[in-house]
């Protein structure tokens, strides 16, 4: 695929050498600031602002799901190292997104008041960019792909990525197959038994990666960039929820959730479990 047809596929435009472009032109301007809509009827002061932070997210989100597929493409591939510059970058918009939520703190809870029923029965939750890292990081809820059943374009997407493997199933494809490690995965409905002993054959195999007399230097770096990843997406939904609770305390959400209820019960997920639970076994 060239760099013109990647373009048009991640919705950019491109001039195809014909056509002269500005800043302005190129990045599209005038249509992105035509892109805040208020809801808020006359328009409340700070409701731009709560548009613009989200719209931010959806793009940031929109790029890191673009970077996430080539590092899937590299890891099949085998090139690990080009894969891991990937994750880096994932990494760095990931610390700005967990930096980015604070803004909303500059909005006191009664500006938000202000304009907060004119958002339902819209909510954050139905953010399907924000569902398709998950998936892809590994959080797999099926019960998630209900809540786009409405809107066809997002439910293909999301049950497509459902069914794909995740970045750690392909870590361990790779680590299987050009390296030997041994990796079992228990059937569904497998014994509790089965799964913790099956659990523990992979953190031995994976403690491999943590020896420093071995040449598994590289995996080590793209294991620690998935440890990052997990890391910085359960920061961003700690200071989210924290943000939540200091706006609108305990009302529900827009969409009808639970609103900090429900944020504070997705503070302890992880996508890559092996990787957090053998540091308890390194010595």
């Not at 909005?107 to 399907?128: E, W």
């Not at 959080?139 to 786009?148: A, N, P, V």
């Not at 038994?193 to 080590?220: C, H, P, S, W």
């Amino acid at each position: 695929m060239d760099k013109q047809t990647k373009a048009k596929d991640f919705g950019g435009i491109t001039s195809g050498g014909h056509t002269p472009l500005t800043y302005n032109s190129y990045l599209m301007v005038d249509a992105l600031k035509n892109l805040q809509v208020c809801q808020s009827s006359p328009a409340h002061h700070d409701e731009p602002l709560f548009i613009v932070i989200h719209q931010a997210y959806e793009l940031w989100f929109k790029l890191i799901i673009h970077e996430l597929d080539l590092v899937v493409e590299l890891l099949n591939q085998n090139n690990v190292r080009r894969a891991t510059h990937f994750m880096r970058r994932v990494v760095a918009i990931m610390k700005l997104l967990v930096q980015q939520i604070h803004i909303l703190e500059t909005m006191t809870p009664r500006d938000f008041l202000g304009f907060r029923d004119n958002l339902n029965p819209a909510s954050g939750f139905q953010s399907s960019q924000f569902r398709e890292i998950e998936f892809m990081s590994g959080l797999k809820e099926e019960r998630m792909l209900q809540h786009f059943q409405k809107d066809e374009g997002a439910y293909k997407i999301l049950q497509k990525r459902f069914s794909e493997p995740s970045l750690g199933d392909i870590f361990y494809a790779l680590l299987r197959r050009e390296y030997g490690f041994e990796l079992p995965q228990p059937l569904p409905g497998a014994d509790e038994q089965t799964i913790k002993e099956m659990e523990a054959v992979r953190i031995e195999e994976l403690l491999k990666l943590y020896d420093e007399n071995t040449a598994f230097g590289d995996l080590l770096d793209l294991a620690e960039s998935f440890i990052d990843l997990d890391e910085l997406t359960s920061l961003w939904r700690t200071n989210h929820v924290t943000v939540v609770e200091r706006i609108i305390g305990f009302k529900r959400g827009t969409g009808g959730s639970e609103g900090v209820g429900y944020l504070r019960s997705t503070l302890t997920k992880r996508g890559f479990p092996d990787l957090w639970n053998l540091r308890t076994e390194l010595k």
